[in-house]
Nanobody
Framework: QVQLVESGGGLVQAGGSLRLSCAASGSILSINHMGWYRQAPGQQRELVTSITSGGSPYYADSVKGRFTISRDNAKNTLYLQMNSLKPEDTAVYYC?????????????WGQGTQVTVSS
């Protein structure tokens, strides 16, 4: 069974930084694309950033130039460096992996970590 465990959320003042991590456990044979999503209260979950197996990133316009996604394939771990945080970045952040496990490609989600940015 694949499990994703997130860490690194918390409370930070506007302009501050946080680094999120998402570590996968389980006998994963391969990971394709990975990404970070967020969901603010009363809002739909949205894609923040993603990265392909080859390391090509995508960023939503709202976070370009402030957030950086990276991955450590040897550790099956995904990171999100968030700088110059704004109150509108406040949300629960979720990681998602597209991974090959038990003879199939499937999407796996982390449990979510709260990020709160105070003004």
């Amino acid at each position: 069974q694949v499990q994703l465990v997130e860490s690194g959320g918390g409370l930070v003042q506007a302009g501050g930084s946080l680094r999120l991590s998402c570590a996968a456990s389980g006998s994963i044979l391969s990971i394709n694309h990975m990404g970070w999503y967020r969901q603010a209260p009363g809002q739909q979950r949205e894609l923040v950033t993603s990265i392909t197996s080859g390391g090509s990133p995508y960023y939503a316009d709202s976070v370009k130039g402030r957030f950086t996604i990276s991955r450590d394939n040897a550790k099956n771990t995904l990171y999100l460096q968030m700088n110059s945080l704004k109150p509108e970045d406040t949300a629960v952040y979720y990681c998602k992996y597209n991974a090959y496990y038990a003879a199939a490609w499937r999407d796996y989600w982390g449990q979510g970590t709260q990020v709160t940015v105070s003004s």
